[in-house]
Protein backbone atom coordinates (compact mmCIF):
# COMPACT_ATOMS: atom_id res chain seq x y z
CA UNK A 1 0.00 0.00 0.00
CA UNK A 2 0.95 3.67 0.08
CA UNK A 3 4.42 4.77 0.78
CA UNK A 4 6.48 7.53 1.97
CA UNK A 5 10.11 8.65 1.76
CA UNK A 6 11.77 12.09 2.95
CA UNK A 7 15.25 13.49 2.82
CA UNK A 8 16.74 16.43 4.53
CA UNK A 9 20.60 16.80 3.97
CA UNK A 10 23.18 18.15 2.02
CA UNK A 11 23.04 16.17 -1.43
CA UNK A 12 20.09 16.29 -3.87
CA UNK A 13 17.05 14.56 -2.96
CA UNK A 14 15.43 14.03 -6.54
CA UNK A 15 17.40 10.86 -6.87
CA UNK A 16 16.87 9.94 -3.63
CA UNK A 17 13.24 10.51 -3.13
CA UNK A 18 12.91 7.74 -6.74
CA UNK A 19 15.51 5.51 -5.90
CA UNK A 20 13.25 4.98 -2.33
CA UNK A 21 10.55 5.30 -4.38
CA UNK A 22 11.60 2.30 -6.15
CA UNK A 23 12.23 -0.03 -3.07
CA UNK A 24 8.62 0.98 -2.28
CA UNK A 25 7.26 -0.29 -5.54
CA UNK A 26 6.67 -3.86 -3.73
CA UNK A 27 4.25 -2.77 -1.15
CA UNK A 28 1.78 -2.00 -4.36
CA UNK A 29 0.79 1.54 -5.77
CA UNK A 30 -1.29 3.06 -8.56
CA UNK A 31 0.29 6.52 -8.61
CA UNK A 32 3.35 8.73 -7.45
CA UNK A 33 4.44 11.74 -6.79
CA UNK A 34 7.96 13.64 -5.44
CA UNK A 35 8.07 17.05 -3.78
CA UNK A 36 11.27 18.70 -3.76
CA UNK A 37 11.90 22.09 -2.00
CA UNK A 38 14.62 25.11 -2.87
CA UNK A 39 15.23 28.44 -2.04
CA UNK A 40 12.65 28.85 -5.26
CA UNK A 41 9.78 27.30 -3.24
CA UNK A 42 7.93 23.50 -4.07
CA UNK A 43 8.56 21.49 -6.83
CA UNK A 44 5.96 19.08 -7.44
CA UNK A 45 5.82 15.94 -10.06
CA UNK A 46 3.20 13.40 -9.68
CA UNK A 47 1.99 10.91 -12.22
CA UNK A 48 -0.19 8.35 -12.67
CA UNK A 49 1.25 3.93 -12.90
CA UNK A 50 4.66 3.47 -12.29
CA UNK A 51 7.58 5.23 -11.19
CA UNK A 52 9.00 5.27 -14.64
CA UNK A 53 6.75 7.33 -15.77
CA UNK A 54 7.10 9.69 -12.71
CA UNK A 55 11.26 9.70 -13.74
CA UNK A 56 10.12 10.98 -17.26
CA UNK A 57 8.08 14.00 -15.61
CA UNK A 58 10.61 15.07 -12.50
CA UNK A 59 12.58 18.09 -14.01
CA UNK A 60 16.21 17.25 -13.75
CA UNK A 61 17.13 21.11 -13.13
CA UNK A 62 15.25 21.19 -10.30
CA UNK A 63 17.19 20.19 -7.29
CA UNK A 64 16.95 20.69 -2.96
CA UNK A 65 18.26 19.38 -0.02
CA UNK A 66 14.93 18.45 1.06
CA UNK A 67 12.45 16.16 -0.06
CA UNK A 68 9.08 13.85 0.25
CA UNK A 69 7.53 11.18 -2.13
CA UNK A 70 4.56 8.98 -2.10
CA UNK A 71 3.69 5.87 -3.69
CA UNK A 72 -0.47 5.96 -3.08
CA UNK A 73 -2.85 2.97 -3.61
CA UNK A 74 -6.09 4.61 -4.13
CA UNK A 75 -8.82 4.13 -1.56
CA UNK A 76 -10.42 7.87 -1.75
CA UNK A 77 -10.23 8.82 -5.37
CA UNK A 78 -9.94 7.28 -8.54
CA UNK A 79 -5.74 6.77 -9.31
CA UNK A 80 -4.86 10.02 -11.01
CA UNK A 81 -2.53 12.84 -11.11
CA UNK A 82 -4.87 14.96 -8.76
CA UNK A 83 -5.63 12.86 -6.24
CA UNK A 84 -1.71 10.97 -6.25
CA UNK A 85 0.27 12.66 -3.47
CA UNK A 86 2.12 15.22 -2.66
CA UNK A 87 -1.24 17.91 -1.92
CA UNK A 88 -0.51 21.22 -1.41
CA UNK A 89 -2.78 23.65 1.14
CA UNK A 90 -4.65 26.47 -0.75
CA UNK A 91 -1.95 29.10 -0.63
CA UNK A 92 0.79 26.66 -2.01
CA UNK A 93 2.64 26.88 1.25
CA UNK A 94 2.56 23.46 2.60
CA UNK A 95 2.95 20.44 0.72
CA UNK A 96 1.99 16.82 2.67
CA UNK A 97 2.39 13.30 1.57
CA UNK A 98 -0.02 10.50 4.28
CA UNK A 99 -0.29 6.89 4.43
CA UNK A 100 -3.59 5.52 5.90
CA UNK A 101 -7.30 6.58 5.86
CA UNK A 102 -8.32 10.01 7.89
CA UNK A 103 -11.81 8.61 9.29
CA UNK A 104 -13.24 11.86 10.23
CA UNK A 105 -12.08 14.04 7.12
CA UNK A 106 -15.60 14.88 5.91
CA UNK A 107 -16.30 16.02 9.87
CA UNK A 108 -13.27 18.41 9.84
CA UNK A 109 -14.24 19.59 6.43
CA UNK A 110 -17.79 20.81 8.04
CA UNK A 111 -16.14 21.91 10.96
CA UNK A 112 -13.45 23.84 9.96
CA UNK A 113 -12.79 24.19 6.25
CA UNK A 114 -16.46 25.22 5.11
CA UNK A 115 -15.54 27.84 2.12
CA UNK A 116 -12.14 26.25 1.32
CA UNK A 117 -12.22 24.79 -2.17
CA UNK A 118 -10.39 21.22 -3.19
CA UNK A 119 -8.75 20.13 -5.52
CA UNK A 120 -8.73 16.57 -4.76
CA UNK A 121 -10.76 13.82 -3.94
CA UNK A 122 -8.62 12.47 -1.06
CA UNK A 123 -8.27 12.84 2.66
CA UNK A 124 -5.12 13.63 2.68
CA UNK A 125 -5.90 17.35 1.13
CA UNK A 126 -8.22 17.93 4.51
CA UNK A 127 -4.81 17.45 6.35
CA UNK A 128 -3.14 20.28 4.64
CA UNK A 129 -6.15 22.50 4.30
CA UNK A 130 -6.30 22.31 8.04
CA UNK A 131 -2.82 22.94 9.13
CA UNK A 132 -2.75 25.81 7.09
CA UNK A 133 -5.95 27.15 8.85
CA UNK A 134 -4.27 26.97 11.92
CA UNK A 135 -1.38 28.51 11.02
CA UNK A 136 -3.55 31.27 9.74
CA UNK A 137 -4.98 31.50 12.92
CA UNK A 138 -1.99 32.63 14.30
CA UNK A 139 -0.29 29.06 15.32
CA UNK A 140 3.35 28.31 14.27
CA UNK A 141 3.65 25.53 12.00
CA UNK A 142 4.72 22.78 13.97
CA UNK A 143 1.96 23.85 16.97
CA UNK A 144 -0.67 23.53 13.87
CA UNK A 145 0.66 20.29 12.59
CA UNK A 146 0.30 18.82 16.52
CA UNK A 147 -3.31 20.34 16.99
CA UNK A 148 -3.94 18.89 13.75
CA UNK A 149 -2.80 15.91 14.83
CA UNK A 150 -5.29 15.62 18.07
CA UNK A 151 -8.29 16.57 15.56
CA UNK A 152 -7.48 13.49 13.11
CA UNK A 153 -9.44 9.82 14.04
CA UNK A 154 -8.11 7.72 11.67
CA UNK A 155 -4.65 6.03 10.66
CA UNK A 156 -1.99 8.10 8.88
CA UNK A 157 2.03 8.44 8.13
CA UNK A 158 2.79 12.18 7.26
CA UNK A 159 5.36 13.56 5.77
CA UNK A 160 5.03 17.79 5.97
CA UNK A 161 7.31 20.76 4.02
CA UNK A 162 7.18 24.34 4.72
CA UNK A 163 7.67 26.46 2.01
CA UNK A 164 9.21 28.90 4.64
CA UNK A 165 11.59 26.40 6.47
CA UNK A 166 13.62 24.68 4.26
CA UNK A 167 15.89 23.17 7.23
CA UNK A 168 12.75 20.57 8.40
CA UNK A 169 10.68 18.31 7.44
CA UNK A 170 7.65 17.19 10.19
CA UNK A 171 6.43 13.67 10.48
CA UNK A 172 4.16 11.66 12.04
CA UNK A 173 2.76 7.97 12.85
CA UNK A 174 -0.79 6.66 14.18
CA UNK A 175 -1.47 3.23 13.20
CA UNK A 176 0.43 3.30 9.62
CA UNK A 177 4.21 2.36 9.77
CA UNK A 178 6.82 5.16 10.12
CA UNK A 179 10.68 4.94 10.42
CA UNK A 180 13.04 7.84 10.66
CA UNK A 181 16.85 6.88 9.52
CA UNK A 182 19.39 8.54 10.86
CA UNK A 183 22.90 8.93 9.10
CA UNK A 184 25.85 11.57 8.59
CA UNK A 185 25.02 15.11 7.31
CA UNK A 186 21.58 13.65 6.70
CA UNK A 187 18.19 12.12 7.80
CA UNK A 188 15.51 10.19 5.92
CA UNK A 189 12.34 8.86 6.54
CA UNK A 190 10.69 6.22 5.60
CA UNK A 191 7.54 3.65 5.82
CA UNK A 192 9.90 0.56 5.04
CA UNK A 193 13.55 0.35 6.45
CA UNK A 194 14.72 -1.19 2.76
CA UNK A 195 13.59 2.29 1.37
CA UNK A 196 16.31 4.03 2.83
CA UNK A 197 19.29 0.95 3.49
CA UNK A 198 21.01 2.94 0.52
CA UNK A 199 21.57 5.91 2.96
CA UNK A 200 21.45 4.24 6.27
CA UNK A 201 20.92 1.20 8.70
CA UNK A 202 20.25 3.34 11.78
CA UNK A 203 16.39 4.16 12.07
CA UNK A 204 14.02 5.48 14.97
CA UNK A 205 10.97 3.74 15.52
CA UNK A 206 7.80 5.78 16.16
CA UNK A 207 5.10 5.20 18.15
CA UNK A 208 1.80 6.21 17.56
CA UNK A 209 0.56 9.66 18.26
CA UNK A 210 4.25 10.88 17.90
CA UNK A 211 5.68 13.28 15.58
CA UNK A 212 9.16 13.81 14.57
CA UNK A 213 11.18 17.25 13.79
CA UNK A 214 13.54 16.30 11.48
CA UNK A 215 16.33 18.16 10.54
CA UNK A 216 19.61 17.22 8.53
CA UNK A 217 21.10 17.19 11.88
CA UNK A 218 18.99 15.17 14.48
CA UNK A 219 15.38 14.02 14.77
CA UNK A 220 13.51 15.09 17.79
CA UNK A 221 10.89 13.23 18.75
CA UNK A 222 7.78 14.44 20.61
CA UNK A 223 4.49 13.43 21.88
CA UNK A 224 0.92 15.19 21.17
CA UNK A 225 1.80 17.20 23.65
CA UNK A 226 4.99 18.50 22.43
CA UNK A 227 7.22 16.52 24.87
CA UNK A 228 10.28 15.17 23.47
CA UNK A 229 10.39 11.83 23.70
CA UNK A 230 14.11 9.79 24.12
CA UNK A 231 14.22 6.50 21.77
CA UNK A 232 17.73 4.94 20.33
CA UNK A 233 18.25 3.97 17.19
CA UNK A 234 18.10 0.30 15.88
CA UNK A 235 19.72 -1.34 13.71
CA UNK A 236 18.11 -2.96 10.20
CA UNK A 237 19.06 -6.36 10.01
CA UNK A 238 18.67 -6.53 6.19
CA UNK A 239 21.11 -6.59 3.54
CA UNK A 240 20.92 -4.63 0.48
CA UNK A 241 21.67 -7.46 -1.28
CA UNK A 242 18.37 -9.32 -0.19
CA UNK A 243 16.80 -6.92 -1.89
CA UNK A 244 18.31 -7.18 -5.44
CA UNK A 245 16.51 -9.15 -7.93
CA UNK A 246 19.81 -10.34 -8.81
CA UNK A 247 19.92 -12.28 -12.25
CA UNK A 248 15.95 -13.50 -11.88
CA UNK A 249 13.28 -11.96 -14.01
CA UNK A 250 11.09 -11.82 -11.18
CA UNK A 251 10.98 -11.24 -7.52
CA UNK A 252 8.66 -13.85 -7.68
CA UNK A 253 10.96 -16.54 -9.30
CA UNK A 254 13.83 -15.53 -7.26
CA UNK A 255 11.50 -15.97 -3.22
CA UNK A 256 10.26 -19.33 -5.01
CA UNK A 257 13.78 -20.54 -5.33
CA UNK A 258 14.83 -18.97 -1.87
CA UNK A 259 12.92 -21.47 -0.26
CA UNK A 260 15.64 -24.81 0.54
CA UNK A 261 17.55 -21.90 2.14
CA UNK A 262 14.61 -20.28 4.23
CA UNK A 263 14.10 -23.52 5.35
CA UNK A 264 17.11 -24.58 6.13
CA UNK A 265 17.82 -21.01 8.45
CA UNK A 266 14.72 -21.92 10.07
CA UNK A 267 16.19 -24.86 11.37
CA UNK A 268 19.11 -23.55 12.06
CA UNK A 269 17.60 -20.51 13.84
CA UNK A 270 15.50 -22.74 15.77
CA UNK A 271 18.19 -25.63 16.45
CA UNK A 272 20.42 -25.52 20.29
CA UNK A 273 23.33 -26.79 19.80
CA UNK A 274 22.22 -29.98 21.46
CA UNK A 275 19.70 -30.51 18.79
CA UNK A 276 16.50 -28.93 20.82
CA UNK A 277 14.25 -26.69 20.00
CA UNK A 278 15.03 -23.34 21.32
CA UNK A 279 12.27 -21.21 21.92
CA UNK A 280 11.96 -18.45 24.26
CA UNK A 281 11.01 -19.95 27.93
CA UNK A 282 7.71 -17.22 27.96
CA UNK A 283 6.40 -18.59 24.66
CA UNK A 284 6.87 -22.22 25.49
CA UNK A 285 4.99 -21.11 28.78
CA UNK A 286 1.92 -19.30 27.42
CA UNK A 287 1.49 -22.08 24.75
CA UNK A 288 1.10 -23.99 28.28
CA UNK A 289 -1.05 -21.88 29.76
CA UNK A 290 -3.80 -21.76 27.13
CA UNK A 291 -6.74 -24.19 26.81
CA UNK A 292 -7.19 -22.39 23.33
CA UNK A 293 -5.48 -20.93 20.59
CA UNK A 294 -6.80 -18.16 18.41
CA UNK A 295 -5.14 -18.27 14.66
CA UNK A 296 -5.45 -14.67 13.06
CA UNK A 297 -4.35 -13.74 9.90
CA UNK A 298 -5.24 -12.81 5.99
CA UNK A 299 -4.77 -14.07 2.91
CA UNK A 300 -1.75 -16.61 2.35
CA UNK A 301 -0.97 -16.19 6.16
CA UNK A 302 -4.48 -17.59 6.66
CA UNK A 303 -3.98 -20.62 4.82
CA UNK A 304 -0.57 -21.27 6.36
CA UNK A 305 -2.78 -20.71 9.95
CA UNK A 306 -5.10 -23.54 8.44
CA UNK A 307 -1.83 -25.94 8.34
CA UNK A 308 -0.78 -24.83 11.82
CA UNK A 309 -4.43 -25.72 13.38
CA UNK A 310 -3.34 -29.21 12.41
CA UNK A 311 -0.15 -28.88 13.90
CA UNK A 312 -1.20 -27.81 17.20
CA UNK A 313 -4.00 -29.91 17.28
CA UNK A 314 -2.78 -33.41 16.10
CA UNK A 315 0.90 -32.71 17.95
CA UNK A 316 -0.06 -30.48 21.08
CA UNK A 317 -3.27 -30.92 21.37
CA UNK A 318 -4.59 -27.66 21.72
CA UNK A 319 -7.93 -26.75 20.30
CA UNK A 320 -6.88 -24.07 17.56
CA UNK A 321 -9.43 -21.82 16.01
CA UNK A 322 -8.31 -20.18 12.63
CA UNK A 323 -9.82 -16.94 11.43
CA UNK A 324 -9.81 -14.17 9.35
CA UNK A 325 -8.64 -11.22 10.67
CA UNK A 326 -11.41 -8.40 8.85
CA UNK A 327 -14.10 -10.93 10.09
CA UNK A 328 -12.96 -11.74 13.41
CA UNK A 329 -12.42 -8.15 14.65
CA UNK A 330 -16.29 -7.20 13.89
CA UNK A 331 -17.67 -10.68 14.92
CA UNK A 332 -15.73 -11.84 17.59
CA UNK A 333 -16.56 -15.37 18.56
CA UNK A 334 -16.92 -16.89 22.50
CA UNK A 335 -13.44 -17.47 23.66
CA UNK A 336 -12.20 -19.75 25.96
CA UNK A 337 -11.52 -18.82 29.73
CA UNK A 338 -7.57 -18.60 28.81
CA UNK A 339 -7.28 -17.77 25.01
CA UNK A 340 -3.60 -16.94 23.03
CA UNK A 341 -4.16 -15.34 20.00
CA UNK A 342 -1.63 -16.09 17.56
CA UNK A 343 -1.42 -13.30 14.65
CA UNK A 344 0.56 -14.90 11.38
CA UNK A 345 1.70 -11.74 9.33
CA UNK A 346 4.34 -11.71 6.69
CA UNK A 347 4.60 -7.95 6.57
CA UNK A 348 3.86 -7.16 10.27
CA UNK A 349 1.70 -4.20 9.05
CA UNK A 350 -1.65 -5.54 7.72
CA UNK A 351 -3.82 -3.25 9.60
CA UNK A 352 -7.14 -6.12 9.57
CA UNK A 353 -4.75 -7.77 11.95
CA UNK A 354 -3.47 -5.39 14.05
CA UNK A 355 -7.75 -4.16 14.48
CA UNK A 356 -7.64 -7.21 15.83
CA UNK A 357 -4.31 -7.05 18.02
CA UNK A 358 -5.73 -4.05 19.27
CA UNK A 359 -9.45 -5.09 20.89
CA UNK A 360 -7.92 -8.75 22.04
CA UNK A 361 -5.23 -6.66 24.15
CA UNK A 362 -8.17 -4.10 25.49
CA UNK A 363 -9.60 -7.37 26.54
CA UNK A 364 -6.28 -8.15 28.41
CA UNK A 365 -5.14 -11.53 26.67
CA UNK A 366 -1.99 -12.24 25.17
CA UNK A 367 -0.67 -12.75 21.69
CA UNK A 368 2.58 -14.12 19.66
CA UNK A 369 3.10 -12.86 16.61
CA UNK A 370 4.89 -15.22 13.75
CA UNK A 371 6.45 -12.83 11.49
CA UNK A 372 8.76 -12.02 8.99
CA UNK A 373 10.02 -8.53 10.01
CA UNK A 374 10.50 -8.74 13.66
CA UNK A 375 10.28 -4.81 14.72
CA UNK A 376 7.19 -4.54 12.70
CA UNK A 377 3.85 -3.20 14.32
CA UNK A 378 1.95 -6.59 14.88
CA UNK A 379 5.49 -7.88 16.50
CA UNK A 380 5.92 -4.89 18.29
CA UNK A 381 2.37 -4.93 19.88
CA UNK A 382 1.99 -8.44 20.89
CA UNK A 383 3.33 -10.09 23.89
CA UNK A 384 5.96 -12.78 22.04
CA UNK A 385 7.46 -12.64 18.63
CA UNK A 386 8.69 -15.88 16.49
CA UNK A 387 10.31 -14.69 13.73
CA UNK A 388 10.21 -16.17 10.12
CA UNK A 389 14.03 -15.51 9.25
CA UNK A 390 12.34 -16.16 5.31
CA UNK A 391 14.60 -12.56 4.41
CA UNK A 392 12.40 -9.69 2.49
CA UNK A 393 9.85 -10.61 0.31
CA UNK A 394 9.22 -8.02 -2.19
CA UNK A 395 6.85 -9.80 -4.87
CA UNK A 396 3.47 -9.32 -3.88
CA UNK A 397 2.61 -13.09 -4.10
CA UNK A 398 3.45 -14.62 -0.82
CA UNK A 399 5.72 -17.74 -1.66
CA UNK A 400 8.73 -18.10 0.72
CA UNK A 401 6.81 -16.40 3.69
CA UNK A 402 4.26 -19.12 3.44
CA UNK A 403 6.49 -22.00 3.62
CA UNK A 404 8.24 -20.34 6.36
CA UNK A 405 4.97 -19.62 8.13
CA UNK A 406 4.28 -23.78 8.06
CA UNK A 407 7.79 -24.66 9.24
CA UNK A 408 7.83 -22.09 12.12
CA UNK A 409 4.29 -23.55 13.06
CA UNK A 410 5.83 -27.03 13.30
CA UNK A 411 8.81 -26.17 15.30
CA UNK A 412 6.24 -24.50 17.64
CA UNK A 413 3.81 -27.55 17.70
CA UNK A 414 6.17 -29.87 18.67
CA UNK A 415 8.12 -27.66 20.75
CA UNK A 416 5.27 -27.49 22.70
CA UNK A 417 3.91 -31.33 23.04
CA UNK A 418 7.59 -31.76 24.39
CA UNK A 419 6.74 -29.45 26.81
CA UNK A 420 3.09 -31.18 27.65
CA UNK A 421 5.35 -34.53 27.71
CA UNK A 422 3.55 -36.01 24.68
CA UNK A 423 5.57 -38.39 23.33
CA UNK A 424 6.41 -37.53 19.57
CA UNK A 425 7.95 -39.67 16.75
CA UNK A 426 7.99 -36.77 14.92
CA UNK A 427 11.79 -34.97 15.16
CA UNK A 428 10.76 -31.45 12.86
CA UNK A 429 14.02 -30.77 12.39
CA UNK A 430 15.73 -33.81 10.46
CA UNK A 431 12.12 -33.74 8.97
CA UNK A 432 12.45 -30.32 7.91
CA UNK A 433 16.19 -30.92 6.30
CA UNK A 434 14.11 -33.92 4.32
CA UNK A 435 11.78 -30.88 3.35
CA UNK A 436 14.55 -28.67 1.97
CA UNK A 437 16.19 -31.06 -0.11
CA UNK A 438 12.76 -32.05 -1.75
CA UNK A 439 12.08 -27.75 -2.61
CA UNK A 440 15.35 -27.89 -4.31
CA UNK A 441 14.24 -30.84 -6.34
CA UNK A 442 11.13 -29.20 -7.33
CA UNK A 443 13.28 -25.86 -7.79
CA UNK A 444 15.46 -27.32 -10.08
CA UNK A 445 12.45 -29.06 -12.62
CA UNK A 446 10.53 -25.78 -13.77
CA UNK A 447 10.45 -26.74 -16.99
CA UNK A 448 7.80 -29.31 -16.03
CA UNK A 449 5.79 -26.57 -14.25
CA UNK A 450 5.73 -24.53 -17.39
CA UNK A 451 4.68 -27.07 -19.15
CA UNK A 452 1.98 -28.17 -17.10
CA UNK A 453 0.90 -24.06 -16.99
CA UNK A 454 0.54 -24.23 -20.44
CA UNK A 455 -1.55 -27.66 -21.09
CA UNK A 456 -3.42 -27.02 -18.35
CA UNK A 457 -4.14 -23.09 -17.93
CA UNK A 458 -6.01 -21.72 -21.44
CA UNK A 459 -9.16 -21.20 -19.58
CA UNK A 460 -10.24 -18.55 -17.69
CA UNK A 461 -11.19 -20.29 -14.58
CA UNK A 462 -9.59 -23.60 -12.87
CA UNK A 463 -10.22 -25.57 -9.52
CA UNK A 464 -8.01 -27.03 -7.09
CA UNK A 465 -8.92 -29.79 -5.01
CA UNK A 466 -7.40 -32.07 -2.49
CA UNK A 467 -8.74 -33.30 1.39
CA UNK A 468 -7.54 -32.71 4.69
CA UNK A 469 -4.13 -30.75 4.93
CA UNK A 470 -4.21 -31.02 1.00
CA UNK A 471 -7.44 -28.90 0.88
CA UNK A 472 -5.60 -26.26 2.54
CA UNK A 473 -2.99 -26.20 0.33
CA UNK A 474 -5.36 -26.13 -2.78
CA UNK A 475 -6.81 -22.90 -1.30
CA UNK A 476 -2.91 -21.33 -1.33
CA UNK A 477 -2.87 -22.49 -4.63
CA UNK A 478 -6.37 -20.87 -5.87
CA UNK A 479 -5.40 -18.24 -4.45
CA UNK A 480 -1.57 -17.90 -6.45
CA UNK A 481 -2.74 -18.77 -9.82
CA UNK A 482 -5.84 -15.77 -9.81
CA UNK A 483 -3.92 -12.94 -7.63
CA UNK A 484 -0.70 -12.77 -10.52
CA UNK A 485 -2.34 -14.95 -13.64
CA UNK A 486 -6.12 -13.16 -13.37
CA UNK A 487 -7.67 -16.56 -13.84
CA UNK A 488 -10.71 -17.38 -11.54
CA UNK A 489 -9.60 -20.09 -9.44
CA UNK A 490 -11.09 -21.57 -6.15
CA UNK A 491 -9.83 -24.16 -4.06
CA UNK A 492 -12.16 -26.67 -2.87
CA UNK A 493 -12.27 -29.48 -0.36
CA UNK A 494 -11.99 -32.37 -2.91
CA UNK A 495 -15.46 -34.15 -1.01
CA UNK A 496 -17.76 -31.10 -1.08
CA UNK A 497 -17.53 -30.32 -5.16
CA UNK A 498 -20.48 -32.53 -5.69
CA UNK A 499 -22.83 -30.41 -3.59
CA UNK A 500 -22.51 -27.27 -5.66
CA UNK A 501 -19.32 -25.97 -7.25
CA UNK A 502 -19.67 -29.48 -9.57
CA UNK A 503 -21.99 -27.87 -11.50
CA UNK A 504 -19.16 -25.72 -13.15
CA UNK A 505 -17.30 -28.52 -14.17
CA UNK A 506 -17.73 -28.75 -18.21
CA UNK A 507 -15.38 -30.06 -21.15
CA UNK A 508 -12.07 -29.76 -20.25
CA UNK A 509 -11.74 -27.38 -17.03
CA UNK A 510 -8.84 -27.85 -15.52
CA UNK A 511 -9.20 -29.13 -11.80
CA UNK A 512 -5.92 -29.67 -10.38
CA UNK A 513 -5.82 -32.02 -7.45
CA UNK A 514 -3.05 -32.82 -5.08
CA UNK A 515 -3.06 -36.37 -3.46
CA UNK A 516 -0.17 -36.45 -0.67
CA UNK A 517 -2.35 -37.73 2.26
CA UNK A 518 -2.54 -41.55 2.33
CA UNK A 519 -5.46 -41.83 4.51
CA UNK A 520 -7.47 -39.90 1.77
CA UNK A 521 -5.49 -40.87 -1.44
CA UNK A 522 -8.71 -43.09 -2.81
CA UNK A 523 -11.16 -40.60 -1.78
CA UNK A 524 -9.68 -37.89 -3.91
CA UNK A 525 -9.19 -39.96 -6.68
CA UNK A 526 -12.62 -40.60 -6.33
CA UNK A 527 -13.33 -37.02 -6.69
CA UNK A 528 -10.95 -36.82 -9.76
CA UNK A 529 -13.17 -39.43 -11.62
CA UNK A 530 -16.03 -37.47 -10.70
CA UNK A 531 -15.03 -33.91 -12.84
CA UNK A 532 -13.27 -36.25 -15.43
CA UNK A 533 -16.26 -37.94 -15.82
CA UNK A 534 -17.75 -34.37 -16.64
CA UNK A 535 -15.37 -33.52 -18.97
CA UNK A 536 -12.60 -31.84 -16.33
CA UNK A 537 -8.75 -31.60 -17.55
CA UNK A 538 -7.56 -32.98 -14.35
CA UNK A 539 -3.76 -32.64 -13.39
CA UNK A 540 -3.25 -34.52 -10.43
CA UNK A 541 -0.14 -34.07 -8.51
CA UNK A 542 0.55 -37.14 -6.10
CA UNK A 543 3.30 -37.70 -3.50
CA UNK A 544 5.83 -40.21 -4.06
CA UNK A 545 4.67 -43.77 -2.90
CA UNK A 546 0.92 -42.73 -3.36
CA UNK A 547 1.12 -42.10 -7.19
CA UNK A 548 -1.19 -44.10 -9.74
CA UNK A 549 -0.52 -44.42 -13.39
CA UNK A 550 -1.67 -41.44 -15.22
CA UNK A 551 -0.35 -38.51 -12.52
CA UNK A 552 0.80 -36.09 -13.92
CA UNK A 553 3.68 -35.02 -11.31
CA UNK A 554 4.54 -36.59 -8.32
CA UNK A 555 6.53 -34.99 -5.80
CA UNK A 556 9.22 -36.03 -3.23
CA UNK A 557 8.09 -38.09 -0.15
CA UNK A 558 8.33 -35.94 3.01
CA UNK A 559 6.52 -36.55 6.66
CA UNK A 560 2.79 -36.43 5.76
CA UNK A 561 2.43 -33.32 7.98
CA UNK A 562 4.91 -31.16 6.37
CA UNK A 563 3.97 -31.93 2.55
CA UNK A 564 2.22 -27.96 2.58
CA UNK A 565 5.45 -27.04 2.19
CA UNK A 566 6.03 -28.96 -0.62
CA UNK A 567 3.31 -29.43 -2.29
CA UNK A 568 2.60 -25.36 -2.60
CA UNK A 569 5.45 -25.60 -5.03
CA UNK A 570 4.15 -26.94 -7.81
CA UNK A 571 1.24 -24.30 -7.56
CA UNK A 572 3.69 -21.63 -7.08
CA UNK A 573 5.45 -22.57 -9.96
CA UNK A 574 2.65 -22.90 -12.32
CA UNK A 575 0.85 -19.78 -11.20
CA UNK A 576 4.20 -17.78 -11.86
CA UNK A 577 4.57 -19.24 -15.95
CA UNK A 578 0.34 -18.89 -16.27
CA UNK A 579 1.25 -15.10 -15.36
CA UNK A 580 4.29 -14.73 -17.29
CA UNK A 581 2.89 -16.75 -20.00
CA UNK A 582 -0.01 -14.12 -20.20
CA UNK A 583 1.85 -11.04 -20.12
CA UNK A 584 0.65 -10.16 -16.41
CA UNK A 585 2.78 -8.32 -14.46
CA UNK A 586 3.91 -10.78 -12.04
CA UNK A 587 5.58 -9.23 -9.21
CA UNK A 588 3.15 -6.36 -8.75
CA UNK A 589 -0.31 -7.90 -9.91
CA UNK A 590 -3.09 -4.61 -11.06
CA UNK A 591 -4.90 -3.58 -7.08
CA UNK A 592 -2.84 -5.71 -5.25
CA UNK A 593 -0.57 -4.44 -2.23
CA UNK A 594 2.12 -6.11 -0.67
CA UNK A 595 1.33 -4.76 2.99
CA UNK A 596 -2.24 -3.86 3.30
CA UNK A 597 -1.70 -1.35 5.97
CA UNK A 598 -5.84 -0.13 5.72
CA UNK A 599 -8.61 -2.22 6.95
O1 LIG B 1 1.70 -9.43 5.52
P1 LIG B 1 0.57 -10.40 5.76
O2 LIG B 1 1.02 -11.81 5.75
O3 LIG B 1 -0.22 -10.06 7.00
O4 LIG B 1 -0.40 -10.19 4.54
C1 LIG B 1 -1.62 -10.85 4.46
C2 LIG B 1 -2.11 -10.94 3.04
O5 LIG B 1 -2.36 -9.66 2.53
C3 LIG B 1 -1.09 -11.64 2.15
O6 LIG B 1 -0.77 -12.90 2.67
C4 LIG B 1 -1.62 -11.81 0.72
O7 LIG B 1 -2.72 -12.65 0.71
C5 LIG B 1 -0.50 -12.35 -0.14
N1 LIG B 1 0.28 -11.28 -0.66
C6 LIG B 1 -0.98 -13.20 -1.25
O8 LIG B 1 0.08 -13.75 -1.93
Redesign the pocket.
Same mark, same amino acid.
Given at each position: MCGIVGYIGNNDSKEILLKGLERLEYRGYDSAGIAVLNEDGVHVFKEKGRIAALREIVDKDVEGHVGIGHTRWATHGVPNRVNAHPHRSASGRLTLVHNGVIENYEQLKQEYLQGYSFTSETDTEVIVQLIEKFVQDGMLVEEAFRTTLKALKGSYALALLDNENEDVILVAKNKSPLLVGLSEGCNVVASDAMAMLQVTDQFLELMDEEYVVVTKEEAVIKNLDGIVVERKPFTAQIDASDIEKGTYAHYMLKEIDEQPFVIRRIVQEYENADGQIKLDDSIRQAMLDTDRIYII?? /?? #??NAGLVGKQFLEKLANIPVEVHIASEFVYNMPLLSQKPLFLF? #?? #? /???AD?RAVLVAVKKLGHRALTLTNVPGSTLSREANYTLPLYAGPEIA !???TK?YTAQIAVLAILAVDTARAKGIALDFDPIHELSIVANAIEALCDNKEEMEKIADEYLSHRNAFFIGRGIDFYVCLEGA? *?LK?ISYIQAEGFAGGELKHGTIALIETDTPVFALATQEAVNLNIRGNVKEVVARGANACIISMKGLEQDGDRFVIPAVHELLTPIVSVIPFQLIAYYAALHRGCDVDKPRN?A *?? !?TVE
Open positions: AC /GT #SYI #SQ #S /GETS !VASAL *KEL *KS !V
